[in-house]
């Protein structure tokens, strides 16, 4: 594969998001203007928000979840920033990380030195059945969606091919889950800010008002695998495999790298960027990686001249536990069939030796699908510049990667940061 280089260099200056989850009553605009506020506040040498140039927005479907298409303009509008132009990126749930690779293409190019990459999903106005309906646009509906699979269902298919060829058991999924909520609960800006220690006491206590019998679990795992507790939504993957129904935004301002000290004195380069496409799961060689994320993954390893050793902090695109545990080895931290060994030993825990999603990940976080993707490089910017809180890593950590996936991977799009 040739290897690409960014003809000049793109760095993230600015970062912000509006708290993930569910907010009747405030649609897309209000987020994206809450996380342009916060982005624009984390300039330490502040800027002139007109010096903005163009914006990039990731989106899946305001059209369907709130009845608007042509949204890229409305939120150009929103920030004060029209006539700039505006465009609105669609890739399923991997629309926040393709607009990002468009803003630094974008500045790469030299059309532009100043760019507002943002990400937006308000997914909660319509009832589960037709959010559902919504999702299952994002699947082939010549091949997927006419066998009966929801999303749900389409990775159940991936977790039970995984468990058949690597005898992995449903308890590891679990466990994804059961992490991603200890970290969730350390991130103000979590959908499911809890431990699921703290989720079992919050039932007992309702049990109790209510005046209903009190439930008894002798542990988490035990909790996790109560049907009551965690119901199945298409097996093996019950409620807490699944990311939740969620709103939010997120808007990250990148500059030429030339430009980047006059906004901060701790920039982050993006130096490695990659995308890649496939067809339908039918159609793959197999069910337990995704070939989209191991090229697009090829591409910006190569593109930063750097392995996955090298990687501190990651934040991968666990739509579902079992999509956390194939990323971790599509993106080469773990051999084929090991991620799963990885997990059950701890190694992808906050205190491990390859921590994973330590802003909860899409599980706890939340996942407002076209936000998803800027939502991650919010973590990486935190991490890599030791602002992420109780949850900080430790060891100041230099590089930072994305991989953020549309559909059942017919995108991904992997980016790596550096803070030099
Ligand atoms: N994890 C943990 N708890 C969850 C949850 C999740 N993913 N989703 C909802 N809950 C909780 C709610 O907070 C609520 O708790 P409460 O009773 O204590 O208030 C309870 O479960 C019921 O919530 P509700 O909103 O009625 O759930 P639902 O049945 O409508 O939705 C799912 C549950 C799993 C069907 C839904 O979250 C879903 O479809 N997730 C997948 C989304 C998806 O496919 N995204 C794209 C991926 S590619």
């Not at 709103?247 to 790298?257: F, I, N, P």
């Amino acid at each position: 594969m040739t290897i690409r280089k960014l003809s000049r260099g793109v760095a993230l200056v600015g970062a912000g998001m509006s708290k993930f989850g569910a907010f009747p009553g405030q649609s897309s605009r209000d987020l994206f203007v809450e996380a342009f506020q916060e982005m624009l506040a984390s300039v330490e040498k502040g800027f002139d928000p007109k010096e903005i140039e163009a914006l990039f927005i990731g989106n899946f479907s305001s059209d369907l979840f709130e009845n608007q298409g042509h949204t890229a303009p409305i939120m150009a509008d929103w920030v004060g920033l029209t006539p700039r132009p505006a465009t609105r990126i669609e890739d399923a749930c991997a629309s926040g990380g393709a607009a990002l690779r468009q803003g630094v293409l974008a500045i790469a190019s030299g059309l532009y030195d100043i760019v507002l990459v943002g990400g937006i999903e308000k997914m909660t106005d319509l009832p589960i059945e037709r959010v559902t309906d919504t999702l299952a646009t994002a699947a082939d509906a010549l091949y997927e969606v006419p066998a009966g699979f929801t999303f749900p269902g389409l990775y159940a298919a991936m977790a039970t091919a995984y468990m058949a060829e690597y005898g992995a058991a449903p308890d590891v999924f679990l466990k994804v889950g059961y992490k991603n909520h200890e970290n969730g609960a350390l991130n103000p800006k979590a959908q499911f800010g809890q431990r699921i220690a703290d989720i079992m006491e919050a039932r007992k206590k309702s049990a109790a008002k209510k005046g209903l019998p009190i439930p008894e679990w002798a542990d988490e795992m035990a909790f996790l695998n109560d049907e009551r507790a965690n119901p199945t939504i298409a097996w093996p993957l019950r409620l807490y495999d699944c990311s939740p129904v969620s709103d939010g935004a997120a808007a990250v301002l990148l500059v030429s790298e030339d430009l980047a000290r006059r906004f901060t004195d701790t920039p982050l380069y993006v130096i490695g960027s990659g995308q890649a496409s496939d067809g339908a799961i039918h159609d793959r060689p197999t069910l337990t990686s995704l070939p989209s994320a191991k090229k697009a993954a090829e591409m910006a390893y190569q593109m930063a001249g750097v392995k996955p050793a090298d990687i501190d902090v990651v934040e991968v695109h666990d739509c579902f536990t079992i999509a956390e545990i194939i990323a971790t080895e599509d993106l080469g931290f773990f051999e084929p069939g090991q991620g799963w060994r990885a997990v059950a030993e701890g190694k992808t825990a906050r205190g491990g030796e390859r921590p994973i999603n330590t802003s909860g990940g899409l599980k706890s976080k939340g996942h407002p699908v076209g936000a998803s993707g800027v939502g991650q490089v919010i973590e990486i910017w935190k991490q890599l510049r030791g602002e992420a809180g109780e949850r900080q890593l430790p060891g100041n950590p230099r590089l930072g990667l994305t991989h953020n996936v549309g559909g059942t991977g017919q995108t991904c799009v992997v980016h790596i940061f550096e803070r030099r």
